[in-house]
């Protein structure tokens, strides 16, 4: 048992391959080192071992605190007990350098070519020991220790004199959060960080790099701008990838694309070889508000079945918070500013706004009621938030636009943006909030501008919608006139005059376009032509914009004598 600690294997395991066994070679060697063991300096001593550090995850997606693990490998001929094993993190203010993760116990035993994790859950696989770990996310160094014999050591991150000091040749590189560091071979150490590991998927108590594996994401192509109610398809990129060693054949791959409607058509699917990955666009039509696209993968033989789901919400864009009007260009004695526009009442914390190249500025978090404009000015940057100022580009590209800047909410999700071209100097750009949120650069007029004032003609569009369709009524001599309100949406009408027993007296149907009124006439007949008593009636109106969500109202009219 004991060969099998302290000896490694050079080879990966190959069915019908006659695998070598140093470990017999070792032996003599072995019982040499074992009895010259007292004569060791405090010093920890590296050895070479058939039991390794196989991955780790050091950096999980969200809070780390009792997320993180590492997984160890064992390669040698038999099973061993963790008695005396301890795992250890680098730390400059503990006595040795290193601080205690874990230390194994005699009930635990790591079984022959099997790997064996210690730290927290993850997707619902159970760690053989729950520990919670605390490992560094940019630059560590974790060591399997067996008392005065360092079994392995595993580095990464910025190569620091810290982490360069006990590194096995240079650090491997750092993964991104979610990502594991993996072996390249499971169990077989070169003894060079960077040359043994690569960020993975993460696998625990599994092979990383199994025969077979099919890794299957949904992705928005391009960025993931908001969409309006009007919208009927989003297009999207089905990217399947193949992570084990064996080709996977288009027959023995199925997909299921679905949302919560049921299922959705699914494209063909080509034949994967390892190591290759394919992106398909695919247009899905959007059948429901805030649709959740859902992709299930099957792969005969599949080993790694946690990959083979990805889901992709789709939201509409209802934001609270709107951008209306940008200065990009102002003139020489001005600066840039950008207004935004409450809806409805809200409060701001955790927004942020975001140019096409990245720079972000996070807003100061405040309450906001509804109509309310929030002007963020340049020169005033410490009142508008943390961070630093967008670049508000101004001279237009081939496509006619200058910049892009993104609002985005406090999940980080992009809710609304501004597109515009180039533009006199002086001179803002104002949103037509008519137009579908998803439009961008036609949806941007220029202006003179109107900081801290509503812009000409879109003051009432964010306004509660029972107050934009509220209806106007006034007698004439044998019915009633009707208004519909120019600050309706363009789109349909339908207008009924019911009596209180419910029977349709008078309907009107047509549609509302550019930002004409509509005056309706009622000659106060039914529709046998028959005049109608003195009484109350009751008025029905449903709208249906061109972009956005329908609307309903009733209310009263009275006949007198």
């Known amino acids: 048992m004991l060969a099998a600690l302290f000896t490694r294997f050079r080879a990966p395991v190959r069915l019908g391959v006659a695998r070598p066994q140093p470990w017999i070679d070792a032996l003599p060697r072995l019982a040499l080192a074992l009895t010259l063991a007292g004569a060791l300096p405090c010093d920890a001593r590296p050895v070479r071992a058939a039991l390794v ?57 790591i079984e022959v070519g099997r790997a064996f994790t210690v730290g927290g859950a993850y997707r619902a696989r159970v760690p053989d020991v729950a520990v919670s770990l605390s490992l560094r996310n940019e630059s ?56 043994d590991f690569a960020p993975a998927d993460p696998s625990p108590g599994r092979p990383n790099h199994p025969d077979r594996d099919l890794s299957v994401r949904l992705q928005r192509i391009g960025r993931a701008l908001p969409l309006g109610e009007a919208t009927g398809e989003v297009e999207i990129r089905l990217v399947l990838e193949n992570r084990g060693r064996s080709p996977i054949p288009s027959r023995d791959l199925t997909l299921w694309l679905s949302d919560s409607l049921g299922a959705l058509a699914a494209p063909q699917v080509p034949d994967l070889g390892p190591g290759m990955a394919e992106g398909i ?66 409060f701001v ?34 009142e508008a938030g943390s961070g630093d100022w967008p670049s508000l580009n101004d001279r237009a590209g081939s496509d006619g636009a200058a910049d892009t800047l993104f609002l985005l909410d406090a999940g ?24 579908p949120i998803e439009v961008g650069l036609p949806a941007w007029r220029t202006a003179d501008p109107t900081p801290g004032e509503l812009n000409p003609e879109a003051h009432s569009v964010l306004v509660d919608p029972r107050e934009r369709a509220r209806l106007s009524i006034e007698r004439h001599p044998d019915g009633a006139w009707v208004r519909i309100p120019a600050e309706l949406f363009p789109g349909r009408f339908d207008l009924r005059l019911l009596s209180l027993e419910g029977r349709e007296l008078w309907r009107e149907v047509g549609a509302v376009r550019g930002r004409s009124e509509r005056w309706l006439r ?40």
């Not at 196989?54 to 160890?72: F, M, Q, T």
């Not at 899905?284 to 080993?303: C, Q």
């Not at 200065?327 to 001005?334: L, N, V």
């Not at 100061?364 to 404009?373: T, V």
Request: proline share 6%; glycine share 8%; hydrophobic share 45%.
């Open 53 to 109: 550090i196989n991955e780790l995850l050091a950096d999980p997606v969200g809070a780390d605190r009792g997320a993180e693990w590492i997984e160890l490998w064992n390669s040698g001929p038999w099973a061993l007990s963790a008695s005396g094993i301890v795992l250890e993190a680098r730390e400059s203010d503990a006595a040795d350098g290193w601080r205690l993760l874990w230390a194994g116990q005699a009930s635990d035993s």
């Open 140 to 195: 560590d160094a974790v060591r399997l220790r067996k008392d005065r014999f360092v079994l392995d050591t595993v580095a990464w991150g910025t190569p620091d004199d810290e982490v360069a000091s006990v590194s096995e040749g240079e650090p491997a590189a750092r993964a991104r959060p979610g990502l594991s560091l993996a072996r390249r071979e499971d169990g077989l150490d070169l003894d060079r960080n960077v040359a």
């Open 281 to 346: 666009p695919w247009r899905v039509p959007l059948r429901e508000t805030g649709a959740l696209i859902r992709l299930r993968a099957e792969a005969r033989g599949d080993s790694i079945p946690e990959n083979d789901l990805d889901t992709l919400r789709i939201p509409r864009a209802d934001p609270p918070i709107r951008l209306v009007e940008v200065m990009a260009r102002p003139d020489s004695a001005g600066a840039e500013w950008i207004e935004l526009r409450a809806g409805r009442t809200c």
């Open 349 to 382: 914390e955790g927004w942020s706004l975001e140019d096409a190249s990245g720079i972000r500025l996070d807003l100061a978090p405040r309450a906001l009621l509804a109509d309310a404009l929030l002007l963020l000015d340049a020169r005033r940057l410490r």
């Open 412 to 435: 980080g999700a992009v809710v609304d943006w501004a597109v515009w071209g180039t533009g006199e100097r002086g001179r803002s750009w104002v949103r037509d909030l008519l137009v």
């Open 522 to 561: 009622w000659n106060g007949r039914d529709p046998e032509n028959v005049p109608c008593p003195v009484g109350v009636y009751l008025l029905d109106l449903a709208l249906q914009p061109d972009a956005g969500a329908a609307y309903h109202e009733q209310t009263t009219l009275v006949l007198h004598p």
